[in-house]
Every structure is written in C-alpha cells, then in structure tokens.
C-alpha cells in the first residue's frame, strides 16, 4: 500500500525555513550583492551573527588576522563566502531531527549534507565556475527531503533494501516503489512549499539524475557528482551507500579526468579537516520537531 497520502500529511508540519537563511537565499539569484543588502540580512539574528565570526576565524578561511565584526568579516572573505555562512549557519536547525531512516549517527544527515557542499565548491572551482555559493547551497540541501522521509524509510527499509537487491535499481527508486515517492521529490516539494528559487528547487528534485530534466541544468548535474564522490569517498555513507547509479558521461560533461579527481580527493581530505567548524554548529542549535513526527 502506498505510503503517500501519510507523507504528504506530514509535510503539513513543516517548520518554516530559518528567515535569514530564506532572505540569503535570494540574494543568490543577484549578479551583484552589496555589504549592505548582507548586513540588512543578518542583523537581527545574533546567533548567525555570532556564528559569522565563529566560522570566519576558523581553519576553513585560514584568514592570519582575527575577524571582530560583521563588517569586517564581509570585507575580508566577500559575498559569496558569507552567504554559505549565513545559509549554512541558517539551515542548521532543519537538519537537526535525527534521521534513522538513513544514518545511524544523529548528525549523519548534516555531516553528509556538508561534505557534499564541499565537494560541490572544490568541483565548481576545478571546472571555474564562477557563483559558488549557490552551488555549496544546492549541496547542502540536496537531501533535505530525508529528513521528512526518514520515518517511513525506518519502517520499511528491509522492503526497499530487497528490491534494491533483487531488482537492481537504485536506492530512491526503491523508495519511490515501496514508499510511493523518493526523498528527492520530497525535498522537491518541500523546496517548493519554502519558495527556494527554480534552479535551487530543480537541483534538489533531480539529484539522482532519474529524469531527463536534470540534465537542463549543470547545477543539477554537479550536485549529483559531488554527492556521488562524497559517498565513494567514504565520508557519512548513510543507509542508502553506494546503492546509486554511475554516471560516467557527467564527468565527461564537465571534461573532468582521474587526474582532477585526485586532485579534489586530496582537497577535500583537507577542507574535510578545516570544515569541523561546520559540523560544530549543530551544537549550537535548540533544534525544531521533525515534521514526520509531528
Ligand atoms: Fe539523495
Ligand atoms: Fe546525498
């Protein structure tokens, strides 16, 4: 029996998205973003602000003189490294719920989600793609929709395992036949219900490059490599571990060889290192209710 109808309930509980996090994310979608229109962003909200500094004096900048205002962090790292902050810093709390479903560890889901981001930014500036925040933020998000799903995977995961097994399909198409819908439409619609922007939402849906829709956007196309090269590099594998299709042809998309991949396995070795001060965030948070427990 399909599952549908009790998971669309549960989107009914859906905490809303963090506001600053929400106000930074459309300034993703501006060619030019003045120090102003970030302070404006993140001024009423001292645990961001606070987290700015944190993260700004962190190993990830590596920045030799100590960061003491919001201004100053703004001038020294620019707009697009302070809108991964602030995003970053912003979703925390949405990722907060356990996820069992998927990952045993309680900040699995987080710890994967940041790994992917990374990897989105160390692909982004291998190929030179400029405006790298939107696609750590695609990263980040990509598997949002499991925090919602992942009661129900709980309850039948040895159902989507064995067709997994016995049918040889990947991990989200097994929850699309047992569940009646994968964690990447989820977190689609739940990207919709939150106004993400088109490219943000699209990127989420299409992750798993199940559709031909995904391959309108390389955006869409780098998520799916950066989360690909996260699992096979071992970092929060989750339940769902390599159980996914390869996509040779994306690499050749972006004209990327072994010897690139190396070069970003040995990067991401290091950002993964100077990167704890991500990871350390959810400490900070009180956390919201999973809406699938509501
Ligand atoms: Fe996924
Ligand atoms: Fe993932």
Known sequence: MSLVPQVLRSLKNLPPFPMVAQRALLLLNKPEVSIQELVEVVKFDPAVTANILRISNSAYFGLRREIHSLHQALLLLGTQELLKIIIASGATRLFSAPTPGYFTERQGLWRHSVSCA??????????SLPDQATGFTAGLMH???????????????HEIMEVVEKEGVPFQAAEKIILGVDHAEMGGEMARMWDF?????????????DKPEAYTDDLTLLVYLGDILTMMFGQDLGADGLAYTGYPEVLRHFHLREKNLQKILLQFGSAWDEAQVFFGLMGNQDGVQCANRG
């Open 118 to 127: 990374l990897m989105v930014d160390l692909l982004s500036r291998e190929i």
């Open 143 to 157: 598997d949002i929709g499991k925090v919602v799903l992942s009661l129900f995977v709980e309850q039948k995961f």
């Open 197 to 209: 922007p088109d490219r943000l939402r699209l990127a989420i849906t299409y992750h798993h490059l």
